[in-house]
């Protein structure tokens, strides 16, 4: 709030008009500023000020850096029963009057752009925010950390700023990410300016697989410290346990003349014992491992000196790694989940749809990814989101003014692993997965296991998978194909489809959606055709049946029907009642192609009650006239029509729901009713293709 002067001094009564304020309850807390000079409001005025029924919670300071710095150093505001917050001048001063509070009235402050300024002077004025945990080496980490892969240069030196001005202490990076550098002069910025000291920072990096080779190791640590512009790692993981063959500092994915990753046989166990020196020497004060599984930890525990703190692997509602978290906390090794909100960016992870989740994160006045990470810090991991926007980076932390009860914990610990189970045990024998999902090794284990159990045989389950965007060179089409089989862990694949006609530039592996400096989407200009001949080559060679496609409009369709020697069986597209792709369905149907419907029954919002036709009177009389909930009626329309629905759910509840459909058939009147819902608009409008008005974008044309 603002105070009014008189002649340039700071007058107690100001404060008394703010005390009225409070007492009109037309803010909750206040707080005395000075204009010019801290000693305005010096000791004494404190004191008197604290004495009084209603004491001030905040001083607010004038603020340039450094010589704010020394100001609060020389007085002893804390003591006062007074937080300090540093403040920059409002240009277009204004008086924060009872008709302006009443109103809401925002006013932002020079430097600070943030609609939640609430919470983001919160997390400014204090650097402990997130709690931590102990590792078995004795130090601390904090449980929440900020992750800064695909982060570069000025975008990473300002969010890594910004992150640490907020009250990040941890900061996750690797010699991979190729921004240490960046992080590095941000640091010397930060200490210089004694924002932070170097002990309050919990600073991470990696040793990266190229560098696995015993005498490489400690001038690898050396140089990512001189990058770092520290003295010592406060924790060193081994990126992964994989070996990528030595070639120079600067090539970190060497190819053959195949095109081929070159990996070496260097012992992860030879390399951990070279990192243990590390430790030794003071270099590093803390050891782990990145991407491990529970086979390579047990030799790993076997063979080393110095136990791993933590294993940093991806975790997330829809990949809780169950197993690890398990064998890790018998170990005494914590568990840091990198993409924790799994990847929102392009197409919606499953479980951001799950009306549970809607309905915690109203509970409690969050957002549903503040939710995730409440709930990955509640099953003992530490999540380190990612973001480029600071905005977000206020979101992610303000999450420890509230709790998850275990029930709440439990209904976002129903991963994919689980779902396919239940499923099977229901009844379920059409499994679609995907490349882009990350979730093939969990789908092959829950099958693999019901198979080992005599529940199904593998000719029971049809299985499908999707080639991924960054794939679509015929060149990487096998060896993408052979990666996702051996991850599946079965012989076959019954149905392969192209995920999209659009291609991706490749990076790398973990690079699914690859950007520009600009947080643009690469896009590549591969033909979808010389793709679909790629894929032919599979189910030549027996690891394939069927073949098809998924969001291909029907010219693109035409034109691999013109081309191809094996037809797609498939299109897998968006298909609700508010996109019931008739015209698209008719059109799949005189070619005998089958359309599978995606996303069939929207993305229901108890709140908003959206999306209408799942919420409708209309919807909940036919659900009432078949003794039926709305989802089922929905999901009937949709086989009544042609298409193959395949709803997604990690509710065991609603997975059982969603199969009890067969005991009924809807009526033409029925069928005419819930056509009356098509609008369509669509759920996935794939928009960061659309933007770049590539040619094979499938959604330009009517169908």
Not at 612 to 637: M, W
Not at 676 to 686: A, H
Request: net charge positive.
């Amino acid at each position: 709030m603002q105070f009014m002067r008189s002649g340039g001094r700071v007058s107690v009564w100001w404060f008394v008009e703010c005390k009225n304020n409070f007492q009109k309850n037309l803010t909750k807390s206040f707080s005395p500023r000075a204009y010019s000079k801290i000693e305005i409001i010096n000791d004494m005025r404190l004191n008197y000020m604290k004495n009084l029924l209603i004491k001030p919670c905040q001083q607010q300071l004038v603020c340039n850096r450094k010589a704010f710095c020394a100001t609060v150093k020389s007085h002893r505001l804390l003591e006062k029963s007074c937080e300090y917050t540093g403040w920059q001048g409002i240009r277009n001063k204004r008086i924060i009057t009872e008709h302006n509070l009443r109103k809401g009235k925002q006013f932002h402050i020079k430097g600070i752009k943030n609609n939640n300024q609430e919470n983001f002077n919160k997390a400014k004025m204090d650097p402990k925010l997130a709690p931590t945990v102990k590792l078995n080496s004795g130090y601390d980490m904090p449980v929440l950390g900020l992750g800064t892969y695909q982060l570069k240069k000025g975008k990473c030196e300002h969010i890594v700023r910004e992150a640490i001005k907020i009250g990040y202490r941890h900061i996750d990076t690797a010699y991979l990410y190729g921004n240490e550098s960046n992080i590095g002069k941000v640091l010397k910025e930060c200490f210089d300016e004694n924002l932070i000291n170097r002990s309050e920072l919990f600073l991470v990096t990696k040793l990266w697989s190229t560098f696995h080779e015993s005498h490489l190791v400690r001038r690898a640590c050396k140089k990512q410290m001189e990058a770092l512009n520290v003295n010592y790692i406060d924790l060193y993981l081994m990126h992964s346990p994989i070996s990528i063959k030595y070639v120079n500092d600067d090539d970190l994915k060497p190819h053959n003349r195949n095109n081929e990753l070159e990996t070496s046989d260097v012992d992860f166990v030879d390399t951990y014992k070279a990192m243990e020196k590390l430790v030794e020497i003071g270099w590093v004060r803390s050891l782990g491992v990145s991407n491990f599984d529970i086979d390579q930890l047990e030799r790993l525990l076997d063979n080393c000196s110095i136990k791993p703190v933590t294993n940093q692997v991806e975790c997330h509602p829809g990949l809780s790694q169950r197993a690890l978290r398990e064998y890790a906390r018998h170990n005494d090794i914590i568990i840091t989940a990198y993409s924790p909100l799994g990847r929102p960016k392009s197409v919606i992870p499953y479980f951001y749809e799950e009306s549970a989740l809607e309905a915690i994160a109203a509970k409690y006045n969050k957002t549903k990814f503040q939710i995730v990470l409440k709930y990955l810090i509640g099953i003992n991991t530490v999540p380190i989101p990612k973001t480029s926007h600071v905005k977000r980076l206020v979101e992610n932390i303000d999450i420890f003014d509230f709790n998850l009860n275990e029930e709440e914990i439990a209904s976002k610990g129903e991963d994919a692993e689980m779902a396919v189970k239940h499923a099977i045990d229901v009844g379920y024998r059409h499994i679609d997965t995907a490349y882009f999902y990350e979730n093939e090794a969990e789908v092959g284990k829950a099958i693999k296991e019901k198979i080992c159990a005599g529940v199904v045989k593998r000719e029971d389950i049809f299985l499908v998978t999707k080639l991924w965007n960054i794939h679509h060179e015929p060149q990487r089409v096998k060896g993408a194909f052979l990666k996702q089989l051996e991850t599946i862990g079965l012989d076959y694949i019954d149905l392969y489809l192209m995920h999209l006609p659009v291609g991706y530039k490749f990076v790398d592996e973990e690079t699914l959606l690859p950007r520009d400096q600009d947080d643009k989407l690469q896009l590549t200009d591969v033909d979808y055709l010389d793709t679909y001949k790629a894929m032919e080559e599979l189910v030549k060679s027996g690891l394939v049946r069927s073949i098809g496609v998924s969001n291909f409009n029907s010219e693109q369709l035409q034109r691999i029907l013109d081309n191809c020697c094996i037809k797609p069986v498939t299109n897998q597209v968006e298909c609700s009642p508010a996109l019931n792709q008739r015209k698209l369905t008719t059109f799949c149907k005189e070619r005998d192609i089958i359309l599978t419907a995606y996303s069939p029954l929207g993305r229901p919002n108890l709140t908003t009650k959206t999306p209408e036709f799942y919420f409708s009177p209309k919807t909940e009389s036919l659900a009432k006239k078949y003794q039926k909930t709305p989802a089922q009626i929905i999901l009937r329309y949709l086989v009544d029509i042609g298409t193959v629905p395949i709803p997604k759910s990690a509710n065991q509840k609603r997975i059982e729901e969603n199969f009890n459909i067969f005991d009924f058939k809807l009526t033409a009147n029925d069928i005419e009713i819930m056509d009356s819902f098509n609008t369509g608009d669509r759920l996935v409008p794939f928009n960061l293709i659309k933007a770049q008005n590539h040619k094979y974008f499938p959604f330009h044309i009517e169908f």
